[in-house]
C-alpha cells in the first residue's frame, strides 16, 4: 500500500476543526442515484461513537445522492452472514463496519455484483475480493500525540490503553499510543486491556478499575459504548486519572478528560459514495491519515490548551508534514 501523504494545516488545535459538511460536499453535487444502500453495523445505531458515526455516514450520504438505504444494527458475528445476504437482495451497495466482516467474507465472493464498502477495512492486495473496498481511518497518526501527552501529564509514570478484539487498525492505535509515550520517557509501562466488546461498559470498567487500582494515572480507551465504563471506574476511583477520548469529542464529559482522537467516519462515508459513483473505488483499500481534518484529528480539551501540550502537538504535527518526523511502520500500517 503506497505511503500516506500527510498534510496538515498546522495553527491553533482549534483551527484544526474544520466544517464537517466539507468532506461530503462532492456527494452533494454528484447526479441523483439510480442505486440503494444497504448498512450492516456490529453495533447499535445509536452508540454515540464509532458506529453512530458510521450510520449517520451513510444517513447523510443517501440524503445528498437521493439514494434510499436499509439499516441493520446490532449483529454479532453469528448474525451477520443472514443480515448481509438479505440486504444484498435489495441493495446494488452494502456498506458495513470491519468488526462483523470476517463472516461475511464468503458472501462477498458469492456476490460479485455487489459492491461493498467496508469501514475500518484495512485490507492488503488479494486478500479481498475485487467487489470488496476498505477505507479507513488509520489510527496511529492521532494516538501518537496522545501518547506523547500522557507520559507527559501522569504522575505515577505509568499509563494504560483500553480495547476491544484486536484487529489490524487497531493495532496502530496501540502502537501509536505506546510509541508517542515512549518518545517522552522510554521506562514509562503501557498497559494494555482488551475486553470481548467494544460496546460493553460493565467490561471496560473492570478493565480500568485494574488499572487504575495497578496505578495507571492516564488511560486511553479505545472503545465505542464502554468508554462510559471506563469514565466511570474513573470517577468512582476518587484518584486523578487523565482521560483520553476516541471517536467523538467527549471533552464536555468532565475535567479529567485531556484530548480526543475524532474519527468521523460520517464523513468517510460520503467520500465512499462518491468514489462508487465516479467509478473510482480503491483497490482494495483507502487509508487516511491526519491529511483531511474532518475525517481525523486530534482535538484538545479546553482546560488543557496550554502552551506546553499546544506546542507539543504542533510540533508533531509538523514533524509529520514536513517529512522530519519517521513514524515505525507498526504505527502507519505500512
Not at 484487529?167 to 505506546?178: D, H, L, N, W
Request: hydrophobic share 40%; proline share 7%; with cysteine.
Amino acid at each position: 500500500m503506497p505511503a500516506l501523504v500527510i498534510a496538515v494545516v498546522v495553527a491553533t488545535v482549534a483551527a484544526m476543526s474544520i466544517s464537517m459538511a466539507s468532506a461530503s460536499s462532492g456527494v452533494a453535487k454528484a447526479k441523483q442515484a439510480s442505486f440503494s444502500i444497504g448498512l450492516a453495523l456490529g453495533g447499535p445505531r445509536n452508540d454515540n461513537s464509532y458506529f453512530q458515526s458510521v450510520y449517520e455516514g451513510v444517513v447523510k450520504a443517501s440524503k445528498a445522492t437521493g439514494a434510499k438505504m436499509t439499516v441493520v444494527d446490532n449483529l454479532t458475528e453469528q448474525s451477520a452472514p443472514d443480515a448481509v445476504r438479505n440486504l444484498v437482495k435489495n441493495n446494488k451497495v452494502v456498506v458495513q463496519d470491519v468488526t462483523i466482516f470476517t463472516p461475511v467474507l464468503p458472501i462477498t465472493k458469492q456476490n460479485p455484483d455487489t459492491t461493498f464498502i467496508i469501514t475500518s477495512g484495512f485490507f492488503k492486495p488479494g486478500e479481498v475480493p475485487a467487489n470488496v473496498h476498505g477505507y479507513v481511518d488509520i489510527y496511529g497518526y492521532g494516538s501518537y500525540p496522545l501518547g506523547q501527552i500522557a507520559a507527559t501529564l501522569t504522575k505515577n509514570k505509568k499509563v494504560g490503553y483500553i480495547s476491544g478484539p484486536a484487529f489490524p487498525v487497531e493495532r496502530t492505535a496501540y502502537q501509536g499510543f505506546k510509541e508517542g509515550t515512549l518518545s517522552q520517557n522510554p521506562r514509562i509501562p503501557v498497559a494494555e486491556t482488551q475486553v470481548a466488546s467494544f460496546s460493553d461498559a460493565p467490561s471496560a470498567k473492570q478493565a480500568a478499575a485494574a488499572q487504575i487500582a495497578s496505578g495507571d494515572d492516564a488511560l486511553f480507551a479505545f472503545v465505542d459504548a464502554g468508554w462510559e465504563g471506563v469514565l466511570q471506574a474513573a470517577q468512582e476511583s476518587g484518584k486523578d486519572v487523565k482521560m483520553f477520548g476516541f471517536v467523538v469529542n467527549r471533552c464536555n464529559r468532565g475535567n479529567n478528560i485531556v484530548a480526543n482522537l475524532i474519527l468521523d467516519y460520517s464523513n468517510v462515508v460520503p467520500l465512499a459514495i462518491k468514489d462508487y459513483m465516479n467509478k473510482n473505488l480503491p483497490v482494495p483499500t483507502k487509508a487516511y491519515g491526519l491529511e483531511i481534518p474532518a475525517v481525523q484529528r486530534v482535538v484538545l480539551c479546553p482546560k488543557y490548551r496550554t502552551p506546553t501540550l499546544t506546542k507539543m502537538l504542533n510540533t508533531y504535527l509538523a514533524g509529520l508534514k514536513s517529512g522530519a518526523l519517521k513514524l515505525p511502520p507498526a504505527v502507519t500500517g505500512q
